[in-house]
Structures are given as structure tokens and as C-alpha cells.
């Protein structure tokens, strides 16, 4: 079947644009996570989705990001006013259900690179 | 002090070789443990999660220590298609997943 996608691949833009990065879960999975991974590190947690809330953005770096996910499957990240250590990969993950033993499956990725 | 903290390597090593990662968590309240692989330029998998009384999967061991907080990864007969970036990822009370550094293996021929 369908795994977690991302679009689009590479995003490349200049300070202080707005980018939006969507992600497409598994069919059915109701939590959504977005991560961001810098070179060289591991990937770090920005926000988790149960449904349509946002049940943990904690990671949320500022408020030049912010996610929704108003029908409960796809999921749009913004980000307004992008500075150049905003450039990263974008991850996003879902799982099933809500619970911390469920398997988060990965999409390939966003690459943003702001110049 | 990172959370989750991992040698970064590389550890080269040949094929057939037996390697060993390690990593350490900070957080006792730490209730499930994996580790995850990446590919370069590829998103992480997971490998297989982390019990206390210990779990194999074919040629990979993983250990956890609660008491001293700490998370090993035993890879034996190594292959070339071993050859990748593992994370030790750990989660708390929420769902989000805390990640290492990740440490990155290379089997050469």
C-alpha cells in the first residue's frame, strides 16, 4: 500500500518567503508528526496531530511555523518569513493510533533550503 | 546535555565483522525504546524496538538497561548493505519521538 508522502521534495526560496510543505498519511492513520532533521543530527519533534488537533506543538521552534490538518488527513506545514536556519529536511511520520508503541512510518521528506 | 546521546562514529568496519552501538537517555521516566536506521538522503525505518530481558532479530541484538539508563545495539556477520546511519530514539510520556545524533556505520568489502 501507499506510504507517508511529501511534496514537494526540494523547496528552495530566499529569506523571508513563505513556504508551505504538505504531507499525505497512510490511509487511516489518525496521528500525524512532524520532524525536522539539520545535517548531521538526528531528527527533532516540532508538532504531533491526533485528528484535526494539535495535541503536542511543543516543538515548534517559533511562531513563524505553524501546521493544521483540518480534515484529519493531510497536513500542511507553514513557515512565514524563512531565515537561513530554517533550512533542514521536513519529516513527517504517522501511525495508527494514539499510543506511544505504535510504529511511526516516515515519508521521504521535504528538503528546504533557503538562500 | 542532549537527551538521547549517541557516538556519532563512524565505525568502519569489514564484512563479517560484529559491531556494537551504544546510547544513553537522560530522562528515567523513558518508557519505550527503538532503534530506528537511515539510509543516506532517506527517511529513518525502524529497526526493531528495545526490551528490557533483551530482543534478537536475525543478526541484531538489543539491550536495554533501565538502571543505567542505556540502549545497545549489537549487529553480528556484518554486510554491505548494513552499511547506514543508526538512531537510538527514545519516547517519554508523549508520543514524539526523541532521537540521537544517530551513529553511522560503514562495512567495507
Known amino acids: 500500500g501507499a506510504g507517508v508522502s511529501q511534496t514537494p521534495s526540494n523547496k528552495v526560496t530566499e529569506k523571508g518567503k513563505y513556504v508551505e510543505l504538505r504531507c499525505d498519511p497512510i490511509?487511516?492513520?489518525?496521528?500525524l508528526y512532524w520532524y525536522r532533521q539539520s545535517l548531521g543530527q538526528g531528527p527533532e519533534f516540532l508538532i504531533y496531530?491526533?485528528?484535526?488537533?494539535?495535541?503536542?506543538d511543543s516543538g515548534l521552534p517559533n511562531d513563524r511555523f505553524f501546521a493544521v490538518r483540518p480534515e484529519g488527513s493531510v497536513s500542511t506545514l507553514k513557515i512565514q518569513r524563512t531565515e537561513r536556519g530554517d533550512s533542514a529536511v521536513y519529516l513527517c511520520?504517522?501511525?495508527?493510533?494514539?499510543?506511544?508503541?505504535?510504529?511511526?512510518?516516515f515519508g521521504p521528506g521535504t528538503r528546504l533550503t533557503v538562500l | 546535555r542532549k537527551e538521547v546521546e549517541q557516538d556519532p562514529g563512524p565505525f568502519n568496519v569489514p564484512e563479517g565483522a560484529t559491531v556494537a552501538f551504544n546510547c544513553t537517555y537522560s530522562?528515567?521516566?523513558?518508557?519505550?525504546f527503538f532503534w530506528y536506521r537511515q539510509d543516506c538522503r532517506k527517511e529513518p525505518k525502524l529497526l526493531m524496538s528495545?526490551?528490557?530481558s533483551g530482543n534478537e532479530d536475525g543478526r541484531f541484538t538489543a539491550q536495554l538497561n533501565r538502571a543505567s539508563q542505556y540502549i545497545s545495539l549489537l549487529i553480528r556477520d556484518s554486510k554491505l548493505s548494513d552499511s547506514a546511519t543508526y538512531l537510538c530514539?527514545?519516547?517519554?510520556?508523549?508520543?514524539?519521538?526523541?532521537f540521537g545524533t544517530g551513529t553511522r556505520l560503514q562495512v567495507f568489502p
Open positions: 528495545v526490551y528490557s
Open positions: 511520520a504517522s501511525s495508527s493510533q494514539k499510543g506511544h508503541t505504535d510504529t511511526q512510518y
Open positions: 496531530f491526533q485528528g484535526t488537533g494539535a495535541a503536542d
Open positions: 490511509s487511516g492513520h489518525t496521528a
Open positions: 530522562n528515567s521516566a523513558s518508557q519505550s
Open positions: 530514539v527514545v519516547i517519554y510520556n508523549t508520543d514524539k519521538l526523541i
